[in-house]
């Protein structure tokens, strides 16, 4: 178990996506807000080094945000 506990993994949470012109990115200011290209009923994807693993569930609890994953992928062979 020594050798898993020296691997690193790049964890990323996909809220949701937009695209934009960067001028337009380069002339919000604090408080602007960028719209995302899904609704609070979506799924979070979840990442390990770029690749999709799950699908999961924003929770909120005593005011902390966490995942709640629902779903594991499967990798295709």
């Known amino acids: 178990m020594n050798t898993l506990e020296n691997i690193e993994v790049d964890i990323t949470v996909e809220l949701g996506a937009a695209t934009m012109p960067i001028h ?3 002339r919000m200011g ?3 807000v960028i719209e995302l290209d899904t609704t609070e009923a979506d799924k979070m994807r979840v990442y390990a080094n770029n ?3 799950a699908m999961g ?3 909120i609890d005593e005011g902390r945000l966490s ?3 629902t779903e594991k992928l499967r990798r295709r062979s």
């Open 24 to 26: 337009h990115l380069l």
């Open 30 to 32: 604090r408080g602007a």
């Open 51 to 53: 690749t999709l693993v």
């Open 57 to 59: 569930d924003v929770k």
């Open 67 to 69: 995942v709640e994953i």
